[in-house]
């Protein structure tokens, strides 16, 4: 792991997420790339002109440079190799753009999560992105006591397609001394008898060589409560799984369970797309 992309918006979740990035990349000796983006209108975006800045824009160009260079010199991130990038534009479309742009391996931010009423109108900026990004996403929940990834759960039906993602999130996993616990949730819908879903998991680890590791079958009404069931059971430190990343029609007819699990959970989620 070489470069880790940590968007930020100065608030306390925000600096959360950045701590425990810097974490990953003292173990891996990586970059971290801070990146803050001036959310503005379509309407402003429209008025702006190459070679021409409209003093409000100046002026919140001017506040987010100094916060980004205070913040690159904190103690959070003393030791290591720090750049920094500002934007001016839509928040989840500058974040996949810019990961994509400088060859970013990571992408760690933080997220209040959201419920009800309020997740269906305004949405995340963090749950676009995971949709969106072909690059592993790891979003920070809870406060700095609760950061660590010891014990991690890896939700996946253990089918070909999940093969793609598998290694980076591996690699993430080795990193950080983890030892995976990997999961199949067994659903009313999709019910598979015990032996065939241990043969599918069987078959599935084998080619990755794994030599520590845990595996359970849970059974459960939905992937997403069983999930969320059996990391309160084990106390979890962090969630693993694949997102397909759908979009229009498709997302509304399929859902998302790793979007869902974002808002919901409690507990740290990485991401990764089949």
Request: hydrophobic share 40%.
């Amino acid at each position: 792991m070489k470069k880790i992309l940590v968007p930020t918006d100065f608030s306390e979740q925000a600096t959360i997420a950045l701590r425990a990035a810097a974490g990953i990349a003292r173990k891996s000796n990586a970059e971290i790339i801070l990146l803050h983006i001036i959310d503005l209108p379509h309407e402003t975006m429209d008025m702006i002109q190459p070679g021409y800045d409209l003093p409000e824009i100046m002026f919140f160009k001017e506040h987010a440079e100094a916060k980004l260079s205070e913040t690159s010199l904190s103690n959070d991130l003393s030791g290591l190799t720090v750049s920094q990038i500002l934007k001016l534009g839509r928040t989840f479309n500058e974040v996949t753009d810019v990961a994509v742009a400088n060859n970013i391996d990571l992408i760690v931010m933080g997220s209040h999560g959201a419920s009800g009423f309020k997740e269906f109108f305004i949405g995340s900026n963090t749950e676009k992105v995971i949709r969106t990004s072909d690059i592993p996403v790891l979003t920070i929940k809870g406060n700095d006591s609760t950061i660590n990834f010891n014990k991690v759960i890896f939700a996946s039906d253990f089918t070909e397609e999940s093969t793609a993602g598998f290694e980076k999130i591996m690699t993430f996993l080795k990193l950080n001394g983890s030892v995976p616990h990997f999961l199949m949730v067994n659903t009313p819908n999709n019910f598979k008898p015990t032996h065939v879903a241990e043969q599918m998991a069987h078959v599935f680890l084998k080619q990755f060589n794994l030599e520590n590791y845990e595996f359970s079958i849970y059974n459960d009404l939905d992937i997403e409560k069983g999930i969320l069931n059996f990391a309160e059971r084990i106390d979890a430190d962090l969630i693993a799984m694949g997102t397909h990343g759908r979009k229009g029609f498709a997302r509304l007819l399929n859902g998302s369970i790793s979007e869902d699990l974002m808002n919901h959970s409690p507990r740290s989620i990485i991401t990764f797309k089949l």
